[in-house]
């Protein structure tokens, strides 16, 4: 029997506000990307695509696999293919945001929305086969179909809300949608998963980490990494708020 709320809503609602946290810094990083040149709009860039890959959908994903259980069948997880999946998802979306910030047309729009989709279902599915267990997973076609459009949907509108957006209170509220969108996606693909156990199990439990070695890291991690990129949003709107001082004084 497979159970994907093992600690009740907990996990899912971590989850959620986590996507929403990235979602929304990495949407105010790529409004910078846009008025930057040079070294300083890579670095925006850079730190967008982490925000929104790393952040908003490889933590969410991570914390929500926190809650999948299945009965009888202790998990354990591939370390390396962890972290590549959360590296993929932060280079899909930096390659997405590269080619929309660079074209900011609808047809560069849709088509680093594709190539971002793409990637996030390839996280999704590279973290799931990151997962070791006595017994085989199976995947429903039909569910990873629908999984790819939402990722493709979510991937795309993100791009169009980092080219147009400008306000806090509207980047909060694509972020906020955004989350919706991403938790959607995980959840269509997990659903669609059932388990064959296998015929003779083994007493000892299969290799890997447990995600309690997992997660003191990934707290960490994320605590540090927001810390500093919320640091960095800050010392930029003071910046951004003495130079609206000093254009007043002159024009008066």
């Known amino acids: 029997m497979i159970d994907h709320f093992a600690y009740g809503w907990w996990t899912p609602s971590i989850a959620y506000v986590l996507s929403v946290t990235g979602s929304f810094i990495g949407l105010r990083f790529a409004l910078l990307s846009r008025d930057a ?52 998802a932060i280079g899909v979306m930096f390659v997405a945001l590269t080619l929309a910030t660079t074209r900011p047309s609808k047809p560069w729009i849709i088509s680093g929305g594709l190539i971002a989709g793409a990637g996030v279902v390839g996280m999704h599915y590279m973290g799931m086969a990151s997962m070791n267990v006595h017994g085989h997973l199976h995947h429903d076609p039909v569910y990873v179909g629908a999984a790819c459009v939402i990722a493709v949907s979510a991937a795309t ?96």
């Open 37 to 88: 040149a040079g070294a300083g709009r890579w670095l925006w860039l850079t730190l967008s695509a982490a925000c929104l890959g790393g952040t908003a959908i490889w933590s969410m994903h991570f914390v929500a696999m926190m809650g999948f259980r299945v009965q009888g069948a202790p998990i354990r997880y591939d370390t390396t293919l962890t972290v590549l999946s959360g590296l993929l």
């Open 157 to 252: 509108t993100a791009l169009w809300f980092a080219l147009n957006v400008r306000r806090a209170s509207y980047s909060l509220l694509a972020a906020l949608l955004m989350g919706i969108a991403v938790s959607a996606m995980h959840y269509t693909g997990m659903f669609g998963m059932s388990f064959t156990p296998a015929e003779h199990v083994p007493l000892t439990p299969p290799p890997g980490a447990n995600t309690s070695d997992l997660l003191l890291p990934l707290i960490t991690g994320l605590f540090v990494f927001l810390m500093v990129c919320s640091l960095f949003l800050l010392l930029n709107a003071g910046e951004d708020n003495k130079s609206r001082h000093r254009d007043r004084n002159n024009v008066g």
